[in-house]
Nanobody
Framework: QVQLVESGGGLVQAGGSLRLSCVDS????????MGWFRQAPGKEREFVAAITWSGSSTFYGDSMGGRFTISRDNAKATVYLQINRAKPEDTAVYYC????????????????WGQGTQVTVSS
C-alpha cells in the first residue's frame, strides 16, 4: 500500500522560495516515478513536474517557467519540489502523486495521491 504525505506548504511572498516534501510510505518507492500537480480554486489539476525512479530524468509542465525543480532521495523515500521566484499565480494546493500508468502530464494516469499542501504566494 502506498501512502503519500506532503509537507512544506505555507505563505510566501512573491519572489521568495519554498520547498515541498512528499514522503512515500510504500514499499517500492525507489522503483516508481513520482510527480507533483497543483490545483487552484476553480481550475483543473495541473501538471507541475515528474521524476523517474532513478532521478535521471525529470519533466516539467509547459507553464512552469523554469522556476520549479523536482528531486528525490530514495534512501528517505521522499520527493521534493523546489519553487523559486514564486508568483501569486503559483497559489494552489500542491499534490504529490505516484505510479503513473501512462503520460506523466495527465492526472488521470496517476494511481496514488497525497492529501495536498496549500501554497499561498502574496503579492
Amino acid at each position: 500500500q502506498v501512502q503519500l504525505v506532503e509537507s512544506g506548504g505555507g505563505l510566501v511572498q512573491a519572489g521568495g522560495s519554498l520547498r515541498l516534501s512528499c514522503v512515500d510510505s510504500g514499499r517500492a518507492f525507489s522503483s516508481e516515478s513520482m510527480g507533483w500537480f497543483r490545483q487552484a480554486p476553480g481550475k483543473e489539476r495541473e501538471f507541475v513536474a515528474a521524476i523517474t525512479w532513478s532521478g535521471s530524468s525529470t519533466f516539467y509542465g509547459d507553464s512552469m517557467g523554469g522556476r520549479f525543480t523536482i528531486s528525490r532521495d530514495n534512501a528517505k523515500a521522499t520527493v521534493y519540489l523546489q519553487i523559486n521566484r514564486a508568483k501569486p499565480e503559483d497559489t494552489a494546493v500542491y499534490y504529490c502523486a505516484a505510479y503513473p500508468d501512462g503520460t506523466f502530464t495527465d492526472a488521470a494516469d496517476w494511481n496514488y495521491w497525497g492529501q495536498g499542501t496549500q501554497v499561498t504566494v502574496s503579492s
